[in-house]
């Protein structure tokens, strides 16, 4: 494949994903539709995904998931900080982990 049609294909995955999020409140069949076409054309042209675009997808059902809209967020109450993510189409509930914040960047700070 070349380089062209994949850096083609991973700006128009990126048009089609702005796209989406903008139609969500007013047409969310068309968001769906824009977003489903961004998933097939990563899996045409063997592009991955970029984190961004694929953290608007359900991990079970996989539809396009606008946060507040289609989906519930919610902060984890445990000492691992973590957002946790609920599908509004199928209910399923999945968590991302919030790495905690590197002790060397603390410990860089001159004392006085």
Do not use: W
Not at 8 to 13: D, G, K, P, S
Not at 25 to 35: E, H, M, S, V, Y
Not at 42 to 48: A, H, L, N, Q
């Amino acid at each position: 494949m070349k380089v062209d049609a994949k850096k083609i294909a991973l700006e128009r995955m990126s048009v089609l994903m702005r796209q989406a999020v903008l139609n969500a409140r007013k047409n969310p069949a068309l968001a769906q539709r824009q977003a489903g076409l961004a998933k097939r054309i990563s899996t045409k042209y063997r592009v991955k995904m970029p984190y961004e675009i694929k953290m608007n997808f359900c991990k079970k059902c996989k539809m396009f998931i606008v946060p507040g809209m289609t989906s519930r967020i919610r902060l984890g109450r445990s000492t691992l900080k973590s957002i946790r993510i609920t599908c509004s189409y199928c209910n399923h509930t999945y968590r991302k982990v919030i790495p905690a914040r590197s002790s060397k960047a603390h410990s860089d700070k001159v004392p006085l």
